[in-house]
């Protein structure tokens, strides 16, 4: 029902930002709650942020609240994962994800991206 490609990430020093960015195809994009995961090598795929489907709610987890921002253009088609003051342990494949239910928590994804990998040196 929904396609989604991520693109932005890539080698930043400790410190630096990234932005991410997950294109949806189709006319229905504004039907979706959307979000991000990462998993990192030898743990579980973990929520990020989430975004509701008109951009008016977002979530975060502990760990990235502060430093990360999700933000989406339902003209665009797009949603996006800014990215700042990186640490190490941020260093995973990241996720885009669509959601069909009500609510934005709890945030499972029914359709996913197939990821693009942050790395983040010391």
């Known amino acids: 029902q929904v396609q989604l490609v991520e693109s932005g990430g890539g080698l930043v020093q400790a410190g630096g930002s990234l932005r991410l960015s997950c294109a949806a195809s189709?006319?229905?994009?504004?039907?979706?709650?959307m979000g991000w995961f990462r998993q990192a090598p030898g743990k579980e795929r973990e929520f990020v942020a989430a975004?509701?489907?008109?951009?008016?709610?977002?979530n975060y987890a502990d760990s990235v609240k502060g430093r990360f921002t999700i933000s989406r253009d339902n003209a665009k088609n797009t949603v996006y994962l800014q990215m700042n003051s990186l640490k190490p342990e941020d260093t995973a494949v990241y996720y885009c994800?669509?959601?069909?239910?009500?609510?934005?928590?709890?945030?499972?994804?029914?359709?996913w991206g197939q990821g693009t990998q942050v790395t983040v040196s010391s």
């Open positions: 189709g006319r229905t994009f504004s039907r979706f709650h």
């Open positions: 994800a669509a959601d069909e239910s009500i609510a934005i928590i709890p945030f499972s994804g029914d359709y």
């Open positions: 975004i509701s489907r008109s951009g008016g709610n977002t």
